[in-house]
């Protein structure tokens, strides 16, 4: 898993976009249980609950960045990691950098997510959240 730097100029040359500015807010995943899927993911990251129903929860970091939400989805079908022909596919994954791999997976599993049965790197660590969700630690 490297990193890639985003680029200096946009594709197209020009420093400015023409047209409405865009900002990115959060990601949004799907759940049966929105709150509970909050809890977990602001618990993980220290972030705040911003945003809470039984419909709709927001997270964000402490600095009010990009954050994350949770929408309700009553029937919800968790992704297959890894999928195989015919399974429910994940549509994403999100990556979350850790200070200590082994604590950080420790922490995860403590507050409700599960480690993947199928590890693809060493030195990165494949968990799946409360409501089935692929993410990774490394």
């Known amino acids: 898993m490297s ?26 995943l799907g759940a049966p249980d929105p709150v509970a899927l909050g809890g977990f993911w602001s618990d993980l990251l220290g972030w705040h609950v911003v945003r809470s129903s039984p419909e709709w929860v927001v997270v964000r970091p402490p600095d009010g960045g990009t954050g994350l939400a949770f929408q309700l989805e009553t029937d919800h079908v968790p992704p297959t990691w890894p999928a195989g022909p015919g399974d ?8 979350v950098r850790v200070d200590d791999l082994a604590a950080g ?23 799946l959240d409360p409501a089935g969700h692929p993410f990774c630690l490394f």
């Not at 100029?9 to 990115?24: H, I, L, M, N």
């Not at 429910?88 to 990556?95: E, G, I, P, R």
């Not at 997976?105 to 990165?124: K, S, T, Y």
């Open 3 to 28: 990193e890639v730097p985003a680029p200096s100029v946009p594709p197209g040359g020009s420093d400015a976009p023409s047209g409405p500015r865009f900002t990115f807010v959060e990601a949004v």
């Open 88 to 95: 429910q596919q994940m549509q994403q994954h999100l990556d």
């Open 105 to 127: 997976v420790d922490r995860a599993v403590a507050l409700g997510a599960r480690l993947a049965e199928f590890q693809p790197q060493d030195d990165v660590r494949v968990l």
